[in-house]
């Protein structure tokens, strides 16, 4: 991907300076990110115990916090740290363009790069849950570490990859601008039969509105050779289905709270394809 290095977000708050002690990530549905329903996946199926009962329906509160001695930054980061800006900064400023389209005027989202645990308007949340999106204080949640799992283990390399986690996360954003995600939580709340389904909707529309922007990155002439195969790879990797496999379980479709590799590579094609926002009502399929 073609990139500005050199420069911070304005809307980046950095806070791997900070150490918060561990804490039980207890983030509602609605703030589940990326990673963390994956990684809980993965822990429940290996030892049998359904560690996501541990995230709360609600929005969640934050809870106390113990302080520890800060940790240094690592200045090797900085490179990587610039990129997000920069793809932060392009992200919302191509929402900042199609929203009003809409009828609703884009406000940014700030997004706070942490290590090993982060307080939220949502609750703790500790690096394995992966990056996420918090509703309550409009901020994007994410430790740089996840990008080595991206990598690693989900077999999932590249930059466009990593500009994809945040596209997505962003994505919920914008469901929270338009009444997406609020309407949908309170579907959840009140018919908890269909609160996977929903969940899986929700992820969907995220993935679109990632391929949305993508389609941008397009047209200015931003992608290399490779890029959008890696996005797909991304979305791809993340999959439930997948997910479950790398579990040692079945497939379990009822289990779905993010859809399969299927439909999170379809619904991000559809995105990209179009480039238009209304492409994107998972809930009308």
Not at 62 to 88: C, H, K, T
Not at 132 to 160: H, M, T
Not at 265 to 271: D, E, H, K, N, Y
């Amino acid at each position: 991907m073609r990139w500005i290095p050199g420069r911070r977000s304005e809307n980046l708050e950095d806070r791997r300076g900070q150490s918060i002690g561990s804490r039980l990530p207890i983030r509602g549905l609605g703030g589940l990110g990326l990673g963390g329903f994956l990684v809980l996946l993965v822990l429940s199926a290996i030892f049998k115990t359904d560690f996501l009962g541990l995230l709360s329906t609600g929005d969640g509160e934050p809870g106390p916090a113990s302080e520890e001695a800060a940790p240094v930054n690592d200045p090797r980061e900085e490179p990587m740290v610039e990129f997000v800006s920069f793809v932060l900064d392009d992200v919302q400023s191509v929402w900042r363009n199609l929203l009003p389209e809409s009828g609703r005027q884009y406000e940014d989202a700030r997004l706070v790069l942490f290590r090993d645990a982060a307080e939220s308007a949502c609750g703790f949340a500790e690096s394995a849950t992966g990056p996420f999106y918090c509703p309550g204080d409009r901020k994007v949640y994410i430790d740089l570490g996840f990008y080595r799992e991206l990598r690693e283990r989900f077999g999932a390399p590249g930059d466009f990859a990593q500009a994809y986690v945040i596209a997505h996360e962003i994505g919920h954003h914008v469901q929270n601008l338009l009444g997406n995600g609020s309407e949908a939580r309170r579907a959840q709340r009140s018919r908890p039969d269909q609160a996977n389904d929903l969940s899986v909707r929700l992820e969907l529309q995220a993935d679109c509105y990632a391929g949305v922007w993508a389609h941008s990155t397009e047209q200015r002439d931003l992608l290399e050779q490779g890029d959008v195969e890696e996005g797909l790879n991304a979305a791809a990797a993340i999959g439930d289905d997948r997910l479950q496999r790398l579990g040692g379980g079945r497939v379990n479709p009822d289990a779905f709270t993010h859809g399969s590799s299927r439909q999170r590579v379809s619904w991000f094609r559809r995105g990209f394809e179009s480039g238009r926002p209304e492409s994107c009502d998972t809930f009308a399929e």
